[in-house]
């Protein structure tokens, strides 16, 4: 079967809401460079909740991108790392936020250009 | 000046949910391939409301991914196309699309087993 993402049923576009979201972004970045612990996850990324974290790898997961494994320590250790789908996903991700930190420059002179034009309109 | 995307300060962030959004990857995609009228791409993008197509498009204005011009016919017509800027980041895109389509039966596989272990466990 082929998909296609520009087809409004195509169930890939799901999966773009999942992997475009920002903070999943950023998790599966950190991720490529190793497993890491849920509170580790939360300090590397500061400004995401606990809720909205869990909420995030618990997608991830279900779509086969993460592994969750918990250890039987007191209190239980949960690991978070890449499958190998994950993995392959994450290939592209990186160049993507390289692009968003490299270009921010060019973007403030733009959003900076376009919201004096809209007050010159207004 | 330099920008680090896991800095909650950072406003790459901004961008990242701009870019990061299933629909501007679909808009930015398919201008790739060539500046497009605003109709054409509600045609092409099917369940994408105009309203939200409108808020999509501006903000990808404002960040100077994509041009917009307006030729005085009657109606008006409104063309956009991709940036140099907006060029360089759709390069990262198209694999990312490319990918989502790819491993769709991988991914349904995943989600329908998570689905039966969170089932199993409740």
Redesign the interface.
Known sequence: ????????E????A???H????WA??VLH?LSQGSTRFNALRR????LSQKVMSQVLKRL?????INRQAFPTVPVTVEYSLTG?GE??TA??G???R?????????????S???ARVVEAA
Chains 1, 2 share one sequence.
């Open positions: 079967m082929s998909y296609d993402v520009y087809d409004s195509c169930p890939a576009r999966v773009l809401d992997v475009g979201d920002k972004l950023l950190r590397d990324i500061p400004g997961e279900r779509d086969g991108l789908l392959c996903l592209n991700v160049p993507l936020l692009w968003a930190e490299a270009n921010m420059e060019q973007i403030k002179a733009a959003q250009a376009y919201d």
